[in-house]
């Protein structure tokens, strides 16, 4: 229970540093039968690497993944899979200068404070590096869900103070923001030059939506599937916040505004984000999050070293100046291996159950 | 893995409906020698029980707790503590009314479709009366970590439209709504009293803060500190969102701004809350959460019966205008849950870890 | 993790020690729609119960179990059902006299160490009084398994030096012994009537067998089928030992001998006890335990206080002179819920498998 | 919970199967600070490598594991340590005409009723290969073990029919048996010989002690340590019991031999093989476990197709005549995984625990 596995019956294990020689994971659970290949993988590995546009990292990383078990002739087995990254540009010499400093808004000061050691390079087992193993699980999750008519996808919802109003879901994959509305792409990419110049970087909203997912996954009590969704996403490196439908917006509302009216059509509204009692209603299931902006900036910054001396510091290396660029590709990966893992669970416990009450979609 | 258990080494499993003969409790892996009594219990269920003021539901419970085991000559034994909560104010007949059709809002469609029968009265397992075991257990938790100097409050930060300023901790116990600032209490009871004359409800924002935590608690990368919290706090009935420290805001903040600078005398501000890479840091760790409405209101409102036929609802009974109002003690109790499952689980890898760098509060 | 809750997907969790108020359970995961009454559940317990014949403690406890949740109008609901039973003949002054000493051969002397505090008083938790709430869990997963054809019964096939052939299932629920031979109950009656007089105890082992068990229960690699019977087998008070199959007979058999042909009939001999790979095979599911002779007898032993000091002991008070006697009620307990749970499991992944193999059966 | 993690507190994930790419395992939970090199892990790996005498399978595998994470500058950093085994001989060519039937008493039926798909070649996951990695990680935990005095050790107390008494634990090490009795080698090489000639396979018992082991291990009730380690030891291939002190033996003794007596120089016997109410004594911990004759012979032997219909196979491949003799490491592994994850989840519930009872060893 050391952290490093998420779910129950579907569960994603992972392993590896930034800096050390591979990044690792093993997916345990998956249904047999599925086809499967390296490319539904690689394709969202390809969406969240780094590199891609002037917006991100300037790290080179292939991301290439290997498939070491648990497919056999194009199909899962319903054996663990083992997904195997190799890191190809470390780059370690960057970061002996903060062996002994603590980066202000990283992870160095409580990683010391907890294990008394750390691997300081890159930030260790704390970077976001991390969570290509999640997006190559959340891959083979969305596969699965994909063969019952469910789908996962998100986009960016905010940038910085940019707010970004949905227009369509082809928009997202042709920009490097994820913006679905590609009038607002200009502004973004305004906003992070000037953001760039200024050493400066900054937070997003990322928005996951889930769409076909039919009523009754998720386990009370405390197991709820906004509950888990939170869990999940709230687990992503930067994110502060997580609403699930209307979120904060709920504090102000009345309920009689507030809860959504079924009609033999369909709900009439979602701020339940598609979620009721922390059960699936058949509605989207719709959740926001908030990124903060990486504390890796070349601003110099206070701070303390080893010894607790005051030290004035500069994050050298090459980083994101907005994480949630990236986060888009993590988001979906994860709501998908909640949603995937909940399928099995309720399927364990109530397979057999059948109820001649119609299902109610979106109105 | 069905729900209904919380936590990993400090493990509360809960049991019982709104209208069956009792609420029960496993309180699992508490530490053995811990002194407890039933006032230690009683005094925060108490804090959450209904009918203590004008403002909350008039369903009348005593809400008193019998130890049943773990505990022995006033001191717990490690062994699993027992706790049963017995229900005495059922009114089972007001709710068969409900039987056939789905209160908006409500938890009565999804767990139609999830388990095919349900106990339909008083919503059953879905009711917030299950959150009364959440705060027994909680006490337990809040105990052993006060004998560690950690100490786990609670306040309404916000009900409906009016934003509550923190003025003191002493303020929020001597007030039916846990509001900081004793001079908001008349404006939040005119605010009552007329939503009860409106027949309808409204949503709050609860802030919890934990004082005197150790840094190293939380555990990459899934079960950060903060993604545990946000698992507990979203599994609480009505809750659409939670925040870590500057939690939405940090969207619109610059890395320059958000980051926390650590100095000699502590750190400088509190944006991350008090977690930094999933583990804390020794500063206090603020959480925010977001209730919505009741749904349970006399206002009609649109809904379906079990046959897919449209029916006009009025939710009769007796319903809290405003579950936030009593929410406090339950996200206390899931915080401290949550701080003592790491606690221990943080021991149980690196009990032996010993830094001689200077631990750093709050400056 | 502090060890009191069994299974993944249906799950037992217990609480309760032998001379506190009351035993408790909560049993999460079961299946909606089961019908369920208090008649299934104390069968099993009235099995188990103590002072049914002079061959077992003296205790008199009624043993009465009270369903407080997850049964609505006589059918699970899916929801955790929470269990509670009285102790009602405590007779706590009998134990005073044991409070400092350590009694040979039982739990006191470790739980000591453990804990640093103990509840003395009959053993406390380490009690086989616990085993009342595994079998009235048990008997709801005795249950839901029947619907599906799978029974799970058991019987003593040895006392002390006594083996006792297997005869048939109706001479086992006609004797105190669970002794499916009935011409040997006289034998083990003036055996246990000479142990009495000699104020010593004994050893036996008991066999469990369920039949009607589908191909495919049972998780590769670490949950095995017959891995995870091993732990609630060997889970159980006084047991040393687990066998699947032929057991400790496989060592000297040979490869030629031991496996079992297939043929289109079913296979022709049962080694393996019905698993293969950890799986069930269809063919009948076997496990044998060893328990050993309890402790608690009048023959003075050798032991030492908590100073670490000689003592001379009698354990008083009312015991077994064969905790074996009671077992089998216990052992069928645990079997039928590794089963259900695994039932669970396998569905939760593998609902969609369809194979056109036809099932083999026992030849 | 598809069984590819064991423990709570310190976790083994394992995948991979006999004829794919790679095995990999990820260890989590490993305390901080632990000095670890391949060279330890390697010298475990060597010890159950097969082809290394006449008696074991002639396959070659250099298993020459790699660690991928979690290990900075010769110490754990307390975060996933992540290996990995390459697979150099699979030979998938032999295994192809085993594609549509199943061997008799292997998992071959079994996973094809249970996934409806599988990796053929070899056994797939079934296959024993997979233990190499439980060696791995194994080998980690004894290291751990060490630093804190305690010592886990096995060696084969049986072959067939020749029981193999307990002489030295120098002479284990010092032949391919892992004899314990040097005078016992050449009759156990007579008697391989002789049964490879037979073209049979034969069963083994193995034995395996931990030395060292503080009182207090082990969590009441359904962890105990023993049951823990009949989990832990049952799930190695092959195995069909096991047993813990004096195991089987018990059934035949009365209590007033059994229950081992305290005296201030320590406990005078240990047929409770170490564990008492669950948790350990300070005695010696001792388990059996009996190996079925591996079935992987060329004795031609009935079976079915997967139509059903009755075939007449030969097992072809390189095959271990007695898989028991490359069993004591893997039996050493899984003692020590479950002893180093007892030891730290008591160490979370526990940590504050004095007493001032001295600890009794043996005597």
């Known amino acids: 229970m050391s952290g490093n596995t998420f779910g129950k019956l579907f569960t994603v294990t992972t392993a590896g ?39 991100t990292t300037q790290r080179q990383e292939a991301d290439e993944v290997e498939i070491l078990s648990g497919v056999f002739e194009g199909r899962t087995t319903g054996t663990p899979i083992g997904l195997l990254v190799r890191n190809t540009d470390q780059k370690s010499k960057d970061y002996s200068a903060i062996k002994d400093v603590f980066r202000p808004a ?63 879901w082809e928009a997202v994959e042709q920009n490097a923001f994820f913006s679905p509305d590609p009038a607002k792409v200009p502004e973004l990419e305004a906003y992070m030059d000037q953001l760039r110049r200024d050493q400066d970087s900054v937070g997003a909203k990322i928005t996951v939506v889930a769409e076909g997912v039919m ?3 998720g386990e009370p009590i405390f197991d709820r599937l906004d509950a888990e969704l939170a869990h ?43 979620i009721l009692g922390g059960i699936s209603s058949g509605q989207p299931i719709v959740a926001h999050l908030a990124l903060k902006p990486t504390s890796s900036i070349t601003v110099p910054g206070a701070s303390v070293d080893v010894n607790g001396q ?54």
């Open 17 to 55: 540093e930034s800096h050390g020689p591979a990044l690792v994971a093993i997916v345990d659970g998956c249904p047999p039968g599925l086809e499967l290949s390296l490319r539904d993988l690689q394709r969202d590995l390809d969406r969240r690497k780094p590199g891609t546009s002037r917006h």
């Open 106 to 168: 990283h992870a160095d000061y409580t990683y010391h404070h907890k294990y008394g050691v750390r691997d300081y390079r890159g930030g260790g087992r704390s970077s976001a590096r991390e969570t290509a193993m999640r997006v190559a699980a959340g891959a083979i999750a969305k596969k699965y869900l994909a063969t019952l008519g469910i789908q996962v996808r998100g986009y960016m919802s905010q940038l910085g103070p940019i707010a970004i109003p949905f227009k369509s």
């Open 215 to 217: 009523p009754g996954l």
């Open 232 to 274: 999940a996403l709230m687990s992503i490196n930067a994110v502060k916040g997580v609403e699930i439908g209307a979120g904060f917006a709920s504090i102000a509302q009345r309920g009689s505004e507030h809860r959504d009216p079924l009609t033999p059509e369909g709900f009439a509204s979602n701020n339940a984000g598609g």
């Open 310 to 363: 005051a030290v004035d510091m500069v994050t050298k290396g090459r980083h994101d100046p907005c994480v949630g660029i990236r986060a888009t590709p993590i988001a979906e990966a994860m709501m998908a291996i909640v949603l995937l893992d909940h399928l099995l669970r309720h399927r364990g416990q109530n397979a057999g159950v059948q109820v001649s009450t119609p299902v109610l979609g979106q109105r």
